[in-house]
């Protein structure tokens, strides 16, 4: 969901995230994917129009990550993730994160929190449906012309 990329440097970018879809003021959550890095690239990246000043940040919540050989989920250590008033970016709040690339032409991806697909999300409906039949009804109640 990134609506720009800055280049900065040949060690850092600014990434600037699209409104959510139901309020165009909020921006918050984000989910991208990196290629074309080499091995012991170090690149800092700095989420610059985050909508929330208070959140999870401010607490040690850090971003995940994984790559298209290593598909698990795992968050970036809280000594690489910065939360701050950047001075460099109309005292907005910025989220700056550093990683270091250690594979050749791999696929990275970035995100706020594990994703949750739609159909992971109807399988456990369904599952919740079929084991308690007795105090689950599911049904569809609108739907969209998307």
Not at 84 to 103: I, T
Request: hydrophobic share 35%; with cysteine.
């Amino acid at each position: 969901n990134l609506g720009r990329v800055d280049f900065i440097n040949d060690y850092e970018y600014d990434l600037f995230i699209r409104p959510d879809t139901c309020n165009p003021r909020y921006r918050f959550w984000f989910n991208f994917s990196v290629d074309n890095v080499h091995v012991d690239q170090r690149i800092i990246f700095n989420i610059v129009n985050l909508s929330k000043t208070r959140n999870l940040f401010r607490l040690g919540l850090t971003p995940i990550v994984r790559s298209s050989t290593r598909p698990k989920w795992q968050r970036i250590p809280e000594r690489n993730v910065y939360y701050y008033k950047s001075p460099e970016h109309s005292n907005n709040y910025v989220l700056s994160f550093a990683f270091a690339f250690d594979r050749d032409e791999e696929k990275y991806q970035f995100a706020l929190c594990y994703p949750y697909s739609y159909s992971r999300c109807q399988a456990f409906l369904d599952q919740l449906v079929e084991s308690h039949p007795d105090i689950v009804k599911r049904e569809t109640i609108a739907k969209t012309i998307q």
